[in-house]
Antibody, heavy 116, light 107 residues
């Protein structure tokens, strides 16, 4: 069974940094591209970043470009999101997701709250 | 980027009704479209992938159709548990995009 477990969320002050992690299991991690998606509580879904299986290509939403960095460690079956210069509008649930032809698979999410 | 336009934003219906939600892509995405159901406080749950394939364990009253730029999610015989929010998503490119969501309310 595919499992994706996010961690690293919490309360952080504006301008500070936070690193999210996603532990993957139940599939061959380095066969798949991976993504981060976020959702402000009560609002819609926003794709944040994606990375190919070998980290060769990374894509970012304009709203986070230059501040967030997606990375992965295929030896550890882990996905990461380094978030710098955090803003109030970055407050959201962050989900990691596995790409694939049979539809994306999502974790349960971790909440990031940016507030003074 | 590919834009996804989902309609309606809100839908009022009764238990037992059949309803449809539409998603339109700004350019062709083939059949790389997913539909999700989201309950309050929970992660989105995959219902349909590749436009019309039913995810394992999802009731058969959910169905998807379409290709290219026009897609539809149909829920036949709405059950009380179905009155929540639904999203479409294109995964044709690495830059995923989502519809704005449709909240299905009890009439």
């Amino acid at each position: 069974e595919v499992q994706l477990v996010e961690s690293g969320g919490g309360l952080v002050h504006p301008g500070r940094s936070l690193r999210l992690s996603c532990a993957a299991s139940g599939f061959t991690f380095d066969d798949y591209a991976m993504h981060w998606v976020r959702q402000v509580p009560g609002k819609g879904l926003e794709w944040v970043a994606g990375i190919t299986w070998n980290s060769g290509t990374k894509h970012y939403a304009d709203s986070v470009k230059g501040r967030f960095t997606i990375s992965r460690d295929n030896t550890e079956n882990s996905l990461y999101l380094q978030m710098n210069s955090l803003r109030g509008e970055d407050t959201a649930f962050y989900y990691c997701a596995k790409d694939g032809t049979t539809g994306p698979t999502w974790g349960q999410g971790t909440l990031v709250t940016v507030s003074a | 980027d590919i834009q996804m336009t989902q309609s309606p934003s809100t839908l009022s219906a009764s238990v037992g009704d059949s309803v449809s939600i539409t998603c339109r892509a700004s350019q062709s995405i083939g059949n790389w479209l997913a539909w999700y159901q989201q309950k309050p406080g929970k992660a989105p749950k995959l219902l349909i992938y590749k436009a019309s394939s039913l995810e394992s364990g999802v009731p058969s009253r959910f169905s998807g159709s379409g290709s290219g730029t026009e897609f539809t999610l149909t829920i036949s015989s709405l059950q009380p548990d179905d009155f929540v929010t639904y999203y479409c998503q294109q995964y044709n490119s690495y830059l995923w995009t989502f519809g704005q969501g449709t909240k299905v309310e009890i009439k």
